[in-house]
């Protein structure tokens, strides 16, 4: 059964860059069937999509968060990361990380999620 | 980019039907997901592709779209499906971007 897991600090300060890694514990991050990404929950809010990436590096990020954000894969690592600059309040969240599975309309979609890491920006 | 409406609360007793709604401009054209999200725990994917249920997803759950609207039902609700249910779509206005719903807070009592 595969599993996710998010890893990386707690507690950042603002205007700083925060980092996770999500470790994938089978070899499913190296195959063309998947994208892997990030969604983040703020306490007591719902769920926001942040971005996507694929085995080979290709990356697609929200919008609203594309100028902040960076992600990257390492396959033979079995991880891919998220960093998120110049953090602020806004960005206090469970992060959750996730595999996620084309349909025949081209919708990514979460199929399977890590159990989350809640992330703190304060000083 | 667009948005995903659902009500932000649906009150059921136990064994009755709970249906939630979900309303999107991609939905014609593109699948919705349903996931459920018990209160401190991750997500969980419970309906895809419009109708389809995964492996251990109880019968109870189903789904279904017409037009511009998505809909997950419960039949016969238990206590257990007390939780926050979220719709999944694409952003009609970016294809590459994907977006949830705003949550529906589903109360069995």
């Known amino acids: 059964q595969l599993q996710l897991l998010e890893s990386g600090p707690g507690l950042v300060k603002p205007s700083e860059t925060l980092s996770l890694t999500c470790s994938v514990s089978?070899?499913?991050?190296?195959?063309?069937?998947?994208?892997w990404g990030w969604i983040r929950q703020p306490p007591g809010k719902g769920l926001e999509w942040i971005g996507r990436?694929?085995?080979?590096?290709?990356?697609f990020y929200n919008p609203s968060l594309k100028s902040r954000l960076t992600m990257s894969v390492d396959t033979s690592k079995g991880q891919f990361s998220l960093n998120l600059s110049s953090v602020t309040a806004a960005d206090t969240a469970v992060y959750y990380c996730?595999?996620?599975?084309?349909?025949?309309?081209?919708?990514?979609?979460?199929?399977?999620w890590g159990q989350g890491i809640l992330v703190t920006v304060s000083s | 980019s667009s948005e995903l409406t659902q009500p932000p609360s649906v009150s059921v007793s136990p064994g009755q039907t709970a249906r939630i709604t979900c309303s999107g401009d991609?939905?014609?054209?593109?699948?919705a997901y349903w996931y459920q999200q018990k209160s401190g725990q991750a997500p969980v994917l419970v309906i895809y592709?419009?109708?389809k249920r995964p492996s251990g997803i109880p019968e109870r759950f189903s789904g279904s779209s017409s037009g511009t609207v998505a809909s997950l039902t419960i039949s016969g609700a238990q206590v257990e499906d007390e939780a926050d249910y979220y719709c999944?779509?694409?952003?009609?206005?970016?294809?590459?971007?994907?977006?949830f719903g705003p949550g529906t807070k589903v109360t069995v009592l």
């Open positions: 996730a595999r996620l599975s084309p349909d025949g309309q081209l919708v990514w979609a979460p199929h399977f």
């Open positions: 089978d070899d499913s991050i190296t195959t063309i069937n998947y994208y």
């Open positions: 990436i694929y085995f080979d590096g290709r990356t």
């Open positions: 991609a939905l014609p054209k593109k699948y």
């Open positions: 592709e419009d109708d």
């Open positions: 999944y779509s694409t952003d009609s206005s970016d294809e590459q971007n994907f977006i």
